[in-house]
T-cell receptor, first 112, second 114 residues
Framework: GDSVTQMEGPVTLSEEAFLTINCTYTATGYPSLFWYVQYPGEGLQLLLKATKADDKGSNKGFEATYRKETTSFHLEKGSVQVSDSAVYFCALTSNRDDKIIFGKGTRLHILP | DAGVIQSPRHEVTEMGQEVTLRCKPISGHDYLFWYRQTMMRGLELLIYFNNNVPIDDSGMPEDRFSAKMPNASFSTLKIQPSEPRDSAVYFC????????????FGSGTRLTVV
């Protein structure tokens, strides 16, 4: 079945460091891909998305490119801030049903 | 729009008691999802509705759990009787359409069963 695998955390970085959180997926057809962010005590928020191969989603300085050849959707940010500390979820929707499939989440800690 | 609204934000109850969690989706959204989040199991889909009709309840852990959506603006998740292992954060999410739209999540209900 369809699935999402993302790097395990926690990931700890210093402020202004470069961030990469890896995400790969398994799906039939052409899924839509998402990154969600969950700040402490809150629900998940859609951070960015891409709906077809080679699309780049971007928001708040974060970017991710839909790579069909490597079945990947890695999240990147050039200079992280303390306020980026959160849990990040990679996710996909398949063409076959209505559900979003989430990865297990990666906790990110940014040190001042 | 006020977003997806869940109540209560926190619930503490004794084992064996009935618990009812509530959700108001975004107006016009045709899909509503109930999730449970724990440290051990992560984010689990319990059940989802389309146009107020339950479509897939395969994630509901056992008969103690039930969910209803009597109209387009309200859904409940009930646990009866509650057990300590039900302690978790329960999220409701809604979307206009599935596929590329993504979901809008509520802030969740933190349930503690003692």
């Amino acid at each position: 079945g369809d699935s999402v695998t993302q790097m395990e955390g926690p990931v700890t970085l210093s402020e202004e460091a470069f961030l990469t959180i890896n995400c790969t997926y398994t799906a039939t057809g052409y899924p839509s891909l998402f990154w969600y962010v969950q700040y402490p005590g809150e629900g998940l928020q859609l951070l960015l998305k891409a709906t077809k191969a080679d699309d780049k989603g971007s928001n708040k300085g974060f970017e991710a490119t839909y790579r069909k050849e490597t079945t990947s959707f890695h999240l990147e940010k050039g200079s992280v801030q303390v306020s980026d500390s959160a849990v990040y979820f990679c996710a996909l929707t398949s063409n076959r049903d209505d559900k979003i499939i989430f990865g297990k989440g990666t906790r990110l800690h940014i040190l001042p | 729009d006020a977003g997806v609204i869940q109540s209560p934000r926190h619930e503490v109850t004794e084992m064996g008691q009935e618990v009812t969690l509530r959700c108001k989706p975004i107006s016009g959204h045709d899909y509503l999802f109930w999730y449970r989040q724990t440290m051990m199991r992560g984010l689990e889909l319990l059940i989802y509705f389309n146009n107020n009709v339950p479509i897939d309840d395969s994630g509901m852990p056992e008969d103690r759990f039930s969910a209803k959506m009597p109209n387009a603006s309200f859904s409940t998740l009930k646990i009866q009787p509650s057990e300590p292992r039900d302690s978790a954060v329960y999220f409701c999410a809604s979307t206009l359409m599935t596929g590329a739209y993504g979901y809008t999540f509520g802030s969740g209900t933190r349930l503690t069963v003692v």
